[in-house]
């Protein structure tokens, strides 16, 4: 024969189990929370890591630099400017951005040369020219190709051969990027522009 559970022992019983499952799903969801939010925070790291390493690859070799940058103060340079009647001077101030110290001392062997280039490049604009800003930033990077001229890797002169002009270009383009990954220079800019 059955005998009947005592209320008060089926109390006690349900009182012990019950809270044992409350806990047991209390300790589950929380193993669950932390494990979603790990997962969150490795996607996350994962997703910033492969942004950052694009951006790297995007970047030329020259601009991933470690040191701070080097600037090279050229003497302010007067010249006269090609507009009609010859009447119209420039005295433009240029600083070199150089990659570290030990270019510096790279660049001083060519200043000369450099200094000479930049003059015969400002005497050949006109002051309507020099005075808009997309006429400075052409200067600028027209002295800047300038600085890069004697840390060239090849010769200046016409390629070998018969070359399709795609070829040329796609060559050119080569050359360009391996002088500007190579070159001690990394920037031009003017410290004082005055056209008069």
């Known amino acids: 024969m059955a005998t009947k559970p005592d209320p008060e022992k089926t ?5 012990v189990i019950k809270p044992g499952k409350s806990k047991k799903r209390l300790v589950v969801m929380l193993v669950v929370l932390v494990l979603v939010i790990g997962a969150a925070a490795g996607a996350w790291v994962y ?3 492969k942004n950052a390493s694009e951006a790297d ?14 600037f090279l103060a050229l003497d ?3 010249v006269n400017l090609a507009d009609p009647g010859g009447e119209k001077v420039a005295q433009v101030g240029i600083t070199l951005e150089l990659l570290d110290s030990k270019a510096s001392d790279k660049v001083k ?11 015969l490049l400002i005497s050949q604009r006109e002051s309507g020219e020099l005075l808009s800003l997309a006429g400075k930033e ?26 399709s002009a795609n070829e040329t270009k796609v060559k050119k383009k080569a050359v360009e990027k ?19």
Do not use: C, W
């Open 57 to 70: 690859l995007e970047m030329p070799a020259h601009a991933v630099k470690k040191t701070p940058p080097v």
């Open 109 to 119: 062997v060519y200043l000369p040369s450099v200094r000479s280039k930049i003059l």
């Open 47 to 49: 997703i910033s890591k």
């Open 138 to 163: 052409k200067l600028a990077a027209d002295v800047l190709a300038e600085a890069l001229r004697p840390f060239s890797l090849e010769a200046e002169g016409k390629p070998e051969g018969a070359a």
């Open 76 to 78: 302010n340079m007067v």
């Open 11 to 15: 109390e006690a019983i349900d009182a």
């Open 178 to 196: 391996r002088i500007l990954e190579d070159s001690p220079v990394a920037g031009v800019h003017f410290y004082s522009f005055i056209v008069q």
